[in-house]
């Protein structure tokens, strides 16, 4: 009897997975941190929030096992590869988040439901608690990963790590946004903005996925199919999370809404009204599923799909 695939299940089960595994990590580094530390950094990746990028990284290595150097090993094995990978991407993502927050950039006061970290630790613990996970991250990743992944793939996906966080990735994208805040009154043209969310939240998302493929030695055509999905979902994320900034609430959101207008922010939302930017989601959900379809059987575009339609439909 074939067992029918349910979502839902799939996305409790790899949350939990991924969870269990990062407070195995903070409770076997605890001894060794200095305890104001230790809270800190486990107050903001031991949080919840969604994993999505550690899902679209396990994700991404089990569909690309068949057309990889690790297509003899089992699903668990496969797991068990991209796993520390899984979790350093929580680790730099929480890092990020810890740091966006701070008075002198976002200034929040809200995050996953709760009060953000500066807000609860100061400002000082804060910035050191994100350095400390940006650290760690990288020295879990290597460490975990030696016995596990081959040593070329492991340097290309450290390697790809540091350049999605770095000047041409994350904190460029960062540096691109606040040099156009409060200047061009909300009105940057569509190309600056896509720059700016390239570089912010994309780069780390098209990371994961193309991560998750080196990591088991994937071939290049897997490669630029998973780096080009992975530009895609990124794009439609954070479109999502413009629409979510007008027509989501506290609740759900876990973070005050209604920020990017009060900000006078340039956002997709703004430059192309809600239904531009649910029309370029609808653009950009047909592209990221004809890539799939390009280099992947049907059933090993099932789990990324799921996922593509989740980034877009979410509530949170
Ligand atoms: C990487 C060295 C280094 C510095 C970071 C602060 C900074 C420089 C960049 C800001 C990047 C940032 C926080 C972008 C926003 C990304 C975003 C939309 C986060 C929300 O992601 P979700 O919705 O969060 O996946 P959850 O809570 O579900 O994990």
């Known amino acids: 009897m074939t067992k029918t695939f349910d979502f839902q299940t799939y996305l409790a089960d790899g949350r939990k997975k991924v969870e269990d595994r990062l407070k195995l990590v903070f409770d076997q580094e605890r001894p060794a941190l200095h305890a104001s530390l230790y809270e800190a950094m486990s107050y903001s990746v031991l949080n919840g929030g969604k994993r999505l990028r550690a899902l679209l990284c396990l994700a991404?290595?089990?569909?690309?096992?068949?057309?990889?150097?690790?297509?003899?090993?089992?699903?668990?094995?496969?797991?068990?590869?991209?796993?520390?990978?899984?979790?350093?991407?929580?680790?730099?993502?929480?890092?990020?988040?810890?740091?966006?927050?701070?008075?002198?950039?976002?200034?929040?006061?809200?995050r996953r439901g709760k009060p953000t970290n500066h807000r609860v630790f100061g400002?000082?613990?804060?910035?050191?608690?994100?350095?400390?996970?940006?650290v760690f991250a990288n020295e879990y990743l290597i460490g975990?990963?030696?016995?596990?992944?081959?040593?070329?793939?492991?340097?290309?996906?450290?390697?790809g790590?540091?350049?999605?966080l770095g000047p041409t990735g994350m904190v460029g994208g960062q540096v691109l946004d606040m040099s156009n805040t409060?200047?061009?009154?909300?009105?940057l043209d569509l190309v600056v903005l896509e720059n700016i969310h390239?570089?912010?939240?994309?780069?780390?998302?098209?990371?994961?996925?193309?991560?998750?493929?080196?990591?088991?030695?994937?071939?290049?055509?897997?490669?630029?199919?998973?780096?080009?999905?992975?530009?895609?979902?990124?794009?439609a994320f954070q479109i999502t999370d413009d629409l979510l900034d007008v027509t989501g609430d506290a609740a759900s959101l876990g973070k005050t809404p209604?920020?990017?207008?009060?900000?006078?922010?340039?956002?997709?939302?703004?430059?192309?009204?809600?239904?531009?930017?649910?029309?370029?989601?609808?653009?950009?959900?047909?592209?990221?599923?004809?890539v799939l379809s390009r280099a992947l059987d049907q059933n090993e575009q099932q789990i990324l799909s799921n996922l593509l339609d989740y980034a877009i439909n979410r509530i949170n």
């Open 60 to 110: 991404s290595a089990q569909a690309c096992k068949k057309y990889s150097v690790s297509r003899d090993k089992t699903d668990d094995q496969i797991e068990e590869m991209v796993m520390p990978l899984a979790c350093a991407l929580e680790m730099v993502h929480a890092m990020s988040l810890i740091h966006d927050d701070l008075p002198c950039l976002d200034n929040d006061e809200l």
């Open 144 to 159: 975990e990963s030696l016995e596990k992944v081959l040593p070329q793939d492991l340097l290309a996906v450290s390697h």
């Open 258 to 290: 209604g920020k990017d207008a009060q900000s006078n922010k340039a956002t997709f939302v703004r430059l192309l009204g809600l239904d531009g930017a649910r029309n370029k989601l609808e653009m950009l959900h047909k592209e990221g599923s004809s």
């Open 161 to 164: 790590l540091s350049r999605a």
């Open 198 to 235: 390239n570089g912010k939240t994309g780069a780390l998302i098209r990371f994961c996925l193309w991560g998750g493929a080196r990591a088991i030695g994937a071939d290049e055509l897997r490669l630029s199919a998973m780096a080009r999905f992975g530009e895609i979902l990124g794009l």
């Open 123 to 134: 400002e000082a613990m804060a910035l050191l608690a994100g350095d400390g996970l940006l």
């Open 182 to 187: 409060g200047s061009a009154d909300g009105q």
